[in-house]
């Protein structure tokens, strides 16, 4: 068994550690958090160990009933491989902590890509992970991004990928985030930083990214084209994309017309938290003109890195087998949807 430690235990943090738990090959020793608020407790009630992140608080947490079974260091010396779910930048300062207890350790792609040995997606360079003493999960987006580039750039080639991403202002629980009756160009420059992050999973693929944010917390938006390098018709590509299991085509008899009944959808079939794990392509929007694919794709934000995050413990761990991995992250889970 895999001994996994969380720390940072937010919007990332707790999907990974239930993901984690879920699985039969790991275990998960114990959740660190800065504060004693309601994720700190529904930890507590999910029985996972609970750490302090920051020793000088640990009488916060007795003050509000929370038990510790300890600090943050004892959690990562513990720990297999730890995760690091903290804010953007904070697991670079973490980082430290991590080598001192020769712990393996995945990173979140709020961090610049130099905080790891690696980037990591599960689908297109699960290899380049196996037994390295750190990686870092891409972002919610750049993780969206590559799991359509792999296969269209096995089957076809890519000679260019041009995409714009409408992001999300901030997530449902972030109050404190905009805009809120506006459209922004975010970032104004471009390319944004999404381009050179998926350069960091297909080092040699030719893609510009223009990002811009709007008035909503639900799921991003990708208006993708690609410039294929061979011809392909729209049914080659669906076919192509229907075979990969984090990818979820939208029948056209759905009715859903946006992030609001993806996410109604994810609650009626029973995902925990509303959470879409799978890349969101409307099956109607994928059309091809000469080499030229164009398709609308939804990101759930707060999920999709989950399985990629799985799957990096494993490829820490030594586990070369990239296939096997998936799969088995995926029945723990129940990532893919037969619709
Ligand atoms: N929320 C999202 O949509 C996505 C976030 N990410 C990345 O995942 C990382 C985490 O983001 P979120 O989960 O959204 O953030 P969050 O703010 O929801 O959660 C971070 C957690 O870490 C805790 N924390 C703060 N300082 C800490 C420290 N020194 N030690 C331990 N814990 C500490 C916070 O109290 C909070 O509970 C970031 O790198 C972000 O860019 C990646 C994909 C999507
Ligand atoms: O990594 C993300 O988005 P990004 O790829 O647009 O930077 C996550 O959705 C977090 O984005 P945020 O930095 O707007 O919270």
């Not at 750039?153 to 991403?165: N, Q």
């Not at 639900?218 to 994309?241: G, I, K, P, Q, W």
């Not at 096997?324 to 893919?336: I, K, N, Q, W, Y």
Request: proline share 6%; glycine share 8%; hydrophobic share 40%.
């Amino acid at each position: 068994m895999i001994q996994v430690g969380v720390n940072g235990y937010g919007t990332i943090g707790k999907r990974v550690a239930d993901a984690v738990a879920a699985q039969p090959d790991m275990e998960l020793v114990g959740v660190a958090k800065t504060r004693p608020n309601f994720e700190a407790e529904t930890a507590v009630r999910k029985a996972y160990p609970l750490y302090a992140a920051v020793p000088e608080r640990v009488d916060r947490f007795a003050e509000e009933g929370l038990e510790l079974a300890g600090e943050v260091d004892e959690l990562v010396a513990a720990a297999d491989v730890i995760v690091d779910c903290t804010p953007s930048g904070i697991g670079a300062e973490n980082a430290s902590l991590y080598e001192d207890h020769d712990t393996p350790t995945i990173f979140q792609g709020g961090e610049d890509a130099d905080v790891a040995e690696v980037s990591f997606n599960a689908r297109a360079n699960y290899a380049d992970a196996v037994g390295a003493d750190s990686a870092r999960v891409v972002s919610c987006n750049t993780t969206g991004l590559s799991r359509i580039l792999a296969p269209l750039e096995e089957e076809w080639g890519v000679e260019k990928a041009r995409v714009t991403l409408v992001r999300r202002g901030g997530d449902p629980g972030q109050t404190d985030r905009g805009p809120i009756d506006d459209i922004l160009p975010d970032p104004v420059t471009i390319p944004s930083h999404h381009g050179p992050d998926v350069n960091t999973i297909f080092p040699d693929l030719d893609i510009d990214t223009l990002g811009m944010k709007v008035p909503a917390t639900l799921m991003h938006t990708h208006s993708v084209n690609v410039t294929l390098e061979s011809e392909a018709d729209a049914e080659d590509v669906l076919d192509r994309f229907a075979d990969e299991t984090r990818l979820f085509l939208i029948p056209p008899g759905a009715d859903i017309d946006g992030s609001g009944k993806l996410k109604e959808f994810a609650h009626d079939t029973g995902r925990p938290r509303g959470d879409l794990w799978e890349n969101c392509i409307w099956a109607e929007s994928v059309t091809v003109e000469g080499r030229d694919l164009y398709l609308f794709q939804a990101i759930h934000q707060e999920s999709d890195v989950v399985p990629e995050n799985v799957d990096a413990i494993r490829a820490l761990s030594g586990d070369a087998d990239a296939a096997e991995s998936r799969r088995t992250t995926e029945d723990a889970m129940g990532v893919g949807i037969d619709y």
